[in-house]
């Protein structure tokens, strides 16, 4: 989906069409059609955002690395705690 975030007709059909795929597995999946919406009322937004915005919405690199590590390991854990129960 970052390589086709500048078109947001084909990102629209990618989306609708890997979850159309997908739903004969994982029925449950079609749901996450519902953040669509979201999805493009974000990506209308942050087109709009000024230049300037975009610069101070930058993120210092250690708070950037941190969640890189956190995801997995708050992963590692909640698996933990399943295994020992």
Not at 55 to 65: I, L
């Amino acid at each position: 989906m970052y390589l086709i975030r500048k078109d947001m007709e084909l990102g629209v059909f990618s989306l609708v069409l890997l979850n159309l795929i997908s739903v004969i597995v994982w029925p449950i999946q079609f749901m996450s059609l519902l953040a669509l919406p979201i999805i493009l009322i974000y990506n209308r937004r942050s087109l709009e955002m000024p230049k300037e915005a975009k610069r101070k919405a930058t993120y210092s690199p250690w708070k950037k690395y941190f969640f890189y590590a956190y995801y997995p390991l708050h992963l590692l854990a909640l698996y933990y705690i399943r295994i020992s129960i």
